[in-house]
């Protein structure tokens, strides 16, 4: 399954619009939402892995869309749809 991960800290001024748009988005497109705070240790060594140095960055599945910035609604909704289309494509579903 297809998941939305938003990389957050607390000292992030537009976190908060950033996680409201991903899980807008993920609810709209049944994908899974989750933060990841990079305030805490497991969070960071998880931003680590996607070479995330900044918040807000978003991920879809291992790909970093966005790092340090916010994306619209509508561009993350066309990422998530490029994803999914691909994935029905390479599942033989039209």
Same mark, same amino acid.
């Given at each position: 399954?297809?998941?939305? %991960? !938003?990389?957050? &800290?607390?000292?992030? =001024?537009?976190?908060? !619009?950033?996680? %409201? ?7 709209? #497109?049944?994908?899974?939402?989750? !933060?990841? +705070? @990079?305030?805490?240790? $497991?969070?960071?060594? $998880?931003? =680590?892995? #996607? ?5 807000? =960055?978003?991920?879809? +599945? +291992? +790909? ?7 994306? =619209?609604?509508?561009? &993350? $909704?066309? $990422? ?7 994935? %029905? @494509? ?5």
């Amino acid at each position: 399954m297809t998941e939305l %991960k !938003v990389f957050t &800290l607390p000292t992030c =001024s537009t976190c908060t !619009v950033a996680k %409201k748009i991903a899980l807008e988005v993920a609810q709209k #497109y049944g994908v899974t939402f989750r !933060v990841v +705070d @990079m305030a805490t240790e $497991e969070g960071l060594s $998880e931003g =680590s892995s #996607y070479h995330v140095m900044s918040a807000p =960055s978003i991920a879809i +599945d +291992d +790909d970093i869309v966005v790092r340090g910035h916010l994306i =619209s609604k509508k561009g &993350l $909704e066309d $990422e998530i749809r490029r994803r999914l289309d691909k994935w %029905k @494509m390479c599942a033989g579903f039209k």
